[in-house]
């Protein structure tokens, strides 16, 4: 038996259940993993802001939204090594339907990130006394933002379209 298996066995309680049990524990146990990285990422950016403005090093926060992007990119790639993430598509008009969403959900998603960085970017010109004119700011700033949100949108579309796989025939 395996430590992730002794792991689970020992905190979950796995010997003692059905295979139901164990499902429905594993179920809970995974969302309680997405906000314990939701909460995560929330306190390594509170905690990185007043450093930023109080010119302090923030190499530890640093570190530590880069590990934790690190095991983010690791988990992803496990769930697509075993096929876990991976949507099955019986028919054209589901594929059409599920494509809509997908395209919907990367301009959300392209959107709000052009709104988030354009404001980060301004709040860290404050906080680090840029000596750019506002004008001169404002070009490059939503230039620059505006090309890493379209590229942004544009690698979620991707990256979910490759999740999808149609088990139909083509015409």
């Known amino acids: 038996m395996g430590i992730k298996q002794e792991l689970l066995d020992t905190f979950n309680g796995e010997r003692l259940k059905d295979e139901y049990e164990i499902q429905q524990s594993r179920h809970v146990l995974a969302g309680n993993c997405v906000w314990l990285f939701w909460g995560l990422i929330i306190l390594l950016n509170l905690s990185i802001w007043p450093k930023i403005f109080l010119h302090q ?12 992007l690190g095991m983010a990119m690791t988990i992803e790639i496990r769930l697509y090594k075993y096929r876990v993430n991976q949507t099955e598509v019986d028919d054209q008009q589901s594929y059409a339907q599920m494509i809509k969403q997908l395209r919907r959900g990367a301009v959300k998603f392209g959107s709000v990130m ?56 083509d015409k």
């Open 114 to 169: 052009f709104i988030v960085m354009v404001l980060v970017n301004g709040v860290l010109s404050f906080a680090l006394a840029s000596d750019k004119s506002v004008i001169e700011f404002i070009v490059v700033n939503v230039s620059v933002v505006m090309g890493t949100a379209l590229l942004s949108g544009f690698a979620i579309y991707f990256i979910g379209k490759r999740k999808i796989e149609r088990t139909y025939k």
């Open 57 to 68: 090093n923030f190499i530890v926060e640093a570190f530590g939204i880069v590990l934790f």
